[in-house]
């Protein structure tokens, strides 16, 4: 199974929003309600940002936020921070208990 | 509060085999699948597979079966990857995660490195 798609960067000014797609097929995004989203820092674990498309965790700010349509699936980061900036992975179940991560996202904050 | 804490790092020889250990705590072990992932230098996250802690059934993700073993002591809380017959192209940072359809608790993960 190929990784889901991602766009290599994106970037936005604080306090800016930022979007990040993520595609993939009706095998997975597409065929289930079990896109999460991960934030990563250099040398760090990644960390769940969002989970079952666009359920937030406690502790995350509701400045986070996913949706999805059809095959994909989308993760907006409004009014950026600098700690922002970090690599953003989605993830997919993808059916027969097997899961799929994203290509990675690197987010930059100008 | 739940922690998962892997094993430290590791350098070993091409051809040699290697055990990473990802030990629980704060929740009910057999409660929760493990699942392993893979970063290799520079590169993004690949999805290894989960074992099913409460029947020890491991399902393993396309390109990881034959040298990647799943395997877990209940009585420890601890789920182990062990790796066989290491190849340069092994060398990555390793991570358990917890859940199989959304990973809400990592280990810090091991850096395993390959090399003659």
């Known amino acids: 199974q190929s990784a889901l798609t991602q766009p290599p960067s994106a970037s936005g000014s604080p306090g800016q929003s930022v979007t990040i797609s993520c595609t993939g097929t009706?095998?997975?995004?597409?065929?289930?309600?079990?896109v999460s989203w991960y934030q990563q820092h250099p040398g760090k674990a990644p960390k769940l940002m969002i989970y079952e498309v666009s359920e937030r965790p406690s502790g995350v700010p509701d400045r986070f936020s996913g949706s999805k349509s059809g095959n994909t699936a989308s993760l907006t980061v409004s009014g950026l921070q600098a700690e922002d900036e970090a690599d953003y992975y989605c993830?997919?179940?993808?059916?027969?208990?097997?899961?799929?991560f994203g290509t990675g996202t690197k987010v930059t904050v100008l | 509060q739940v922690q998962l804490v892997q094993s430290g790092s590791e350098l070993k020889k091409p051809g040699a085999s290697v055990k990473v250990s990802c030990k629980a705590s704060?929740?009910?072990?057999?409660?929760?699948?493990m699942n392993w992932v893979r970063q290799a230098p520079g590169q993004g996250l690949e999805w290894m597979g989960w074992?099913?802690?409460?029947?020890?059934?491991?399902t393993y993700a396309q390109g990881f079966t034959g040298r990647f073993v799943f395997s877990l002591d209940t009585s420890v809380s601890t789920a182990y990857l062990q790796i066989s017959s290491l190849k340069a192209e092994d060398t990555a940072v390793y991570y358990c995660?917890?859940?199989?359809?959304?990973?809400?608790?990592w280990g810090q993960g091991t850096l395993v490195t390959v090399s003659s």
């Open positions: 009706s095998s997975d995004v597409g065929g289930y309600n079990y």
């Open positions: 995660a917890r859940e199989p359809k959304h990973f809400d608790y």
């Open positions: 704060g929740y009910t072990f057999t409660s929760y699948g």
């Open positions: 993830s997919s179940y993808a059916g027969s208990n097997k899961g799929l």
């Open positions: 074992i099913n802690t409460n029947t020890g059934n491991p």
